[in-house]
């Protein structure tokens, strides 16, 4: 199995800045993509950003420029630093992974959430 602990959420203010961190834990051969999906009250939850275990990123229209998502393979975490936030970014950040390990095999897994406040 694989526990997703995430931290780095909170109260800010519009044009604010936050780094959220996700580590992965657990008997894991590797990691292949490593997310951040967010969902405000009411809504649905959608992808924030993505990054492959290359490197290789992707983004959602609405925080492309403003959001940067990294990891550190070695320490088997994601971050997802989010400058000039909006209070549309309000929202529960789920960080989620996709991984190998010996129990299941191939398998997804989320975090618990964080939850990001914007004020105006």
């Known amino acids: 199995q694989v526990q997703l602990v995430e931290s780095g959420g909170g109260l800010v203010q519009a044009g604010g800045s936050l780094r959220l961190s996700c580590t992965a834990s657990?008997?894991?051969?590797?990691?292949?993509?490593m997310s951040w999906y967010r969902q405000p009250p009411g809504k649905q939850r959608d992808l924030v950003a993505g990054?492959?275990?290359?490197?290789?990123?992707n983004y959602a229209d609405s925080v492309r420029g403003r959001f940067t998502i990294s990891r550190d393979n070695a320490k088997k975490t994601v971050y997802l630093q989010m400058n000039s936030l909006k209070p549309e970014d309000t929202a529960v950040y789920y960080c989620?992974?996709?991984?190998?390990?010996?129990?299941?095999?191939?398998?997804?897994?989320w975090g618990q959430g964080t939850q990001v406040t914007v004020s105006s």
């Open positions: 989620y992974c996709t991984a190998h390990t010996p129990s299941i095999g191939y398998a997804h897994y």
């Open positions: 990054i492959t275990s290359g490197g290789r990123t």
């Open positions: 657990g008997s894991i051969f590797s990691i292949d993509v």
